[in-house]
């Protein structure tokens, strides 16, 4: 793959677990009074890890990078390499909505949280889910 000094060090550089983003929900999420586990696998035997779980409500949060994820809004197509980058995100994409249906299969609510979201926005969005999650299972 033909890529710049600059570019891979960029990349490197990329934080995949406790981004700012991740840590401004988990911190608005805790304000709201809601506990949570971090970086937890909720459906065993599926190598797929959420950013927030929420285990009795069963709900899994993930925080979606704009780039990584090919957000509708923001995300960009690199002129470089732009059939790796294009099918790198794709593939995520079409993980990410994998992974939502095996978790709505499995009992699960999968939240799935921008990065150019307001924080105490999606932690309402999040609160919701969990209210919701914990109503389903007689919890509350």
């Known amino acids: 793959m033909d890529t710049t ?4 060090a960029r990349m490197s550089r990329q934080r995949a677990r406790d981004t700012q983003t991740e840590l401004a929900l988990r911190r608005a999420l805790h304000a709201l009074g ?53 099918t790198k995100i794709e593939t995520n994409r079409t993980r990410d909505r994998a992974t939502d249906e095996l978790l709505v299969a499995a009992g699960w609510v999968p939240v799935r949280v921008w990065e150019h979201e307001d924080p105490l926005v999606a932690a309402l969005r999040v609160s919701e889910a969990v209210v919701e999650g914990l109503g389903r299972r007689g919890l509350i």
Not at 5 to 8: D, Q
Not at 51 to 68: E, H, I, L, P, Y
Request: glycine letters at 6%.
């Open 34 to 86: 809601l506990r949570y586990r971090v970086h937890r696998r909720p459906l065993p035997g599926v190598r797929r890890e959420a950013d927030v779980v929420f285990t009795r409500a069963r709900v899994a949060v993930f925080v979606d990078g704009c780039f990584w994820h090919g957000c509708p809004t923001h995300a960009t197509w690199p002129q470089r390499n732009a059939d790796f980058w294009r």
């Open 5 to 8: 000094p600059a570019t891979s």
